[in-house]
């Protein structure tokens, strides 16, 4: 078993990183949380969660690509360029990437809980589910978002429906990331 406080900081890192990724909050045309911070914080949790689930540095070139793009589309507004809305393609592309790093990350987190967790603790099966509902929600929001983005009248309510139940299984993500950083930390207690 790796070292508990790497662990601990891995998933700390994780939680900040998804913080950056669910939460955009701007001011004017810039993001003062923008998310590239939150894959260059998830690329740092890899680093340090990568010897308790190998199967996480898989994942660190996608991440890269995606701190590159996602830095790219917090940057070029300031230059009056709006490349995510001008790259529909390409968007959806990325998208998809998206889609497939934060489901295979949460798969590996989750390995991880199923290693550090208390016997009678369901935090395991809890992260798994929210993987598969975040995973259903992401997919939701791209189809909804190319098909009924044109159907101003029906998008407006299809929108606030979808955004309330990824802000639920957002919040609920992170905070079963904290349930398992605790476990985390009673463990290194415990050795």
């Known amino acids: ?44 949790a890899i680093r340090d969660l990568q010897e308790e689930e ?24 300031l230059f009056s360029i709006d490349i995510a809305k001008q790259s529909g393609f390409l968007t959806t592309i990325v998208a998809l990437i998206n889609l497939y790093f934060q489901f295979q990350f949460l798969t590996n987190i989750a390995s991880i809980a199923a290693k550090v967790q208390p016997e009678d603790d369901a935090l395991y099966t809890r ?4 993987r598969t509902a975040q995973t259903v929600m992401l997919t939701c929001m791209l189809v909804c978002t190319r098909i009924f983005s044109w159907y101003t009248e029906v998008w407006v309510y299809i929108s606030l429906a979808l955004g309330a139940v ?26």
């Open 166 to 191: 990824y802000i639920i299984v957002s919040i609920s993500i992170m905070r079963a990331l904290w349930l398992l950083r605790r476990c985390v930390s009673e463990t290194a207690r415990v050795v």
């Open 127 to 130: 992260l798994l589910k929210l």
């Open 54 to 77: 190998r199967e996480l540095a898989l994942l660190r070139t996608i991440g890269i690509l995606l701190t590159v793009w996602h830095f790219i589309v917090w940057v070029t507004p």
């Open 1 to 44: 078993m790796t070292d508990c406080g790497k662990l601990y900081n891995g998933i700390t890192k994780a939680i900040w990183g998804f913080i950056f990724l669910y939460f955009d909050i701007n001011c004017g045309a810039v993001s003062i949380l923008p998310s590239f911070v939150g894959y260059i914080l998830f690329l740092s």
